[in-house]
C-alpha cells in the first residue's frame, strides 16, 4: 500500500490523531494507580496509533519512518521478526515482576503498592509516585510486544 492507495483526509487524520493518541495512552499510563487506566489500556491505545499508522500508510513506510538506526538504516518496526517483539514482551514481564518484588523485599506481601511523595518538584507542588507504576510499566510493554506480534502475523499474510 502507498501513499497513493489513501485518500489526502486519511493521511491528514491519521498525522493528527497518532500523536493524541500515544499522548492519552501516557496520560493513562501514568494515572492509572490512582484513577481507571493503567499500563493495559495504554498499551492497547499505543498498539491501535501502530495499527492506524499501518493501515494508512502502509507497513513499509511505517517501517522506514519511525525509527532509523544509528548507521542510517531503518529499523523495522512492523515488518520485522516477532522476535523483536517478544523482546518487549519479555522486558515488560521483567519489569512486572521486579515491581512485586520490591515489596517482598521491604518485608510486604508481593505487589503491595507503596507510595513515596516528592514536594518541591517543578510545575507540581507535590508529586506522588507509587510502586504500582512499575507494574503498570510492565503490562504496557507486555500489552505493546503481544499486540504488535499479533499485528505483524496477521499484516504479513
Known sequence: MTERDTTV??????????????????ALLLQGHNLPGGGFIAGVL???????????YGIDSVG?????????FPIA?????TAAYSRAFTVGLAIAVVGGLGSILLGFPFLTQGV???EHVPLYEELE????????????????GALLTI????GAE
Open 9 to 26: 483526509i486519511a493521511r491528514t487524520v491519521t498525522r493528527t490523531v497518532v500523536p493524541i493518541i500515544v499522548l492519552v495512552s501516557v
Open 46 to 56: 499505543t498498539a491501535t496509533a501502530f495499527a492506524l499508522l499501518y493501515v494508512i
Open 64 to 72: 522506514d519512518s519511525l525509527v532509523r538506526h544509528p548507521d542510517g
Open 77 to 81: 518496526i512492523l515488518r520485522g521478526p
Open 116 to 118: 513515596v511523595f516528592l
Open 129 to 144: 509516585v507509587a510502586s504500582a507504576l512499575m507494574f503498570d510499566m510492565g503490562v504496557y510493554f507486555v500489552v505493546v
Open 151 to 154: 499485528l505483524a502475523v496477521v
